[in-house]
């Protein structure tokens, strides 16, 4: 039943909601942005909106250089004076991930607003080259991974500054349909991720895509616990069903979309409203560009003591798996 309201609660945004972009009064000039996942889709779309309110520097973190490059020259031509960086940034690479992080600290002034939007949808298991299944390595490892690494160049800047800096988690109103059993009681007995990391947990379609993205919210809310929000505001939102793509490995989100989905400049537009508005959004959830209740399990008892687990054992794996992160602030005590 709740799978279905769930998708009536969908359908009846998509057909009544309208994304609003951001008001021609909000200004970001002198603030350095990053984006990642920024050359294609919402990613593309959100940083092209930020430099347009002109902001000052904007880094464009892609796997891919010269697609990186491409969306640079597109974005060029609408915000000339925004000066556009392409830098390589891979969420299946723990080096490449730490590389990134050790460049934002020593080649940037300062740093305002961090997008964390790259991610992946897939409808078969596939591991990732770090070994752990992708969804789980690029939606949640990478995207943790990252929001831990940048706390501290944020940190500084908003003391500098004396106003909150910003980092937003994309997530997806999906995680209301996600199997919440493989969280709750992960089989093996060995945990959350070595469970979801297994074949035989993974269940051909679009169910771990939507696992994935719940484990974006709860580690939003883990996270965010842990921050002070007068230096990071912290937030997560569903940016909506969007034409884009990111499903183009779904025929039936690819149809569905001809009757249903937003454009993905509209999908874009929630991005960047979740990112510089909301002051008051620290550790929330946004859909259609308010502060909207978190998935039910998320604020259960027993989601708050599956959040606790999944947060230890994230910091357990980075430190094994990635010691050169420099995460110490987060692993005392652990």
């Given at each position: ?28 000039d ?16 959100a ?14 973190a ?30 299946e ?67 500098q ?6 980092m937003?988690?994309?997530a ?5 349909a ?12 060995k ?40 230096d990071i505001?912290l ?13 183009r490995?779904?025929a ?34 946004l ?17 708050k ?23 110490d ?6």
């Amino acid at each position: 039943m709740s799978k279905l309201w769930n998708f009536l609660a969908m359908v009846w945004y998509q057909l009544t909601f309208k994304p609003q972009p951001l008001p021609d009064n909000i200004r970001l000039d002198g603030l350095t942005a990053i984006v990642t996942g920024a050359n294609v889709g919402l990613g593309f779309e959100a940083a092209k909106e930020l430099a347009s309110h002109g902001l000052s520097k904007l880094i464009l973190a892609v796997r891919d250089l010269s697609k990186g490059e491409a969306a640079k020259a597109e974005i060029s031509r609408e915000a000339p004076e925004c000066e556009i960086l392409v830098w390589k940034l891979d969420q299946e690479s723990w080096e490449s991930m730490v590389t990134f992080s050790r460049r934002v600290s020593i080649e940037l002034d300062r740093l305002d607003i961090v997008l964390l939007n790259a991610g992946l949808k897939r409808l078969e298991f596939t591991q990732s080259p770090t070994g752990h299944e992708a969804h789980i390595q690029i939606n949640h490892l990478g995207t943790a991974l990252l929001s831990l690494l940048l706390v501290e160049p944020l940190r500084r800047t908003a003391r500098q500054t004396g106003k909150p800096s910003r980092m937003t988690i994309t997530a997806s109103s999906v995680a209301f349909a996600a199997p919440v059993q493989d969280i709750l009681e992960p089989k093996g007995g060995k945990g959350i991720i070595p469970w979801l990391d297994n074949p035989g947990s993974f269940i051909p379609g679009d169910s771990r895509y939507s696992l994935s993205k719940l484990l974006d919210v709860l580690w939003t809310r883990a996270l965010a616990a842990r921050l002070d929000p007068t230096d990071i505001i912290l937030n997560t939102l569903n940016p909506g069903y969007c034409k884009s793509a990111f499903h183009r490995v779904d025929a039936t989100a690819e149809w569905a979309s001809s009757f249903l989905a937003w454009s993905s400049a509209e999908g874009g537009y929630h991005l960047t409203d979740a990112v510089v508005r909301h002051p008051d959004s620290h550790g929330e959830y946004l859909s259609e560009q308010r502060i909207r209740p978190v998935p039910r399990i998320a604020s259960s008892a027993k989601g708050k003591e599956v959040q606790t687990k999944l947060w230890d054992e994230t910091i357990a794996l980075f430190k094994a798996e990635c010691p050169d992160a420099n995460i110490d602030e987060f692993t005392r005590g652990e």
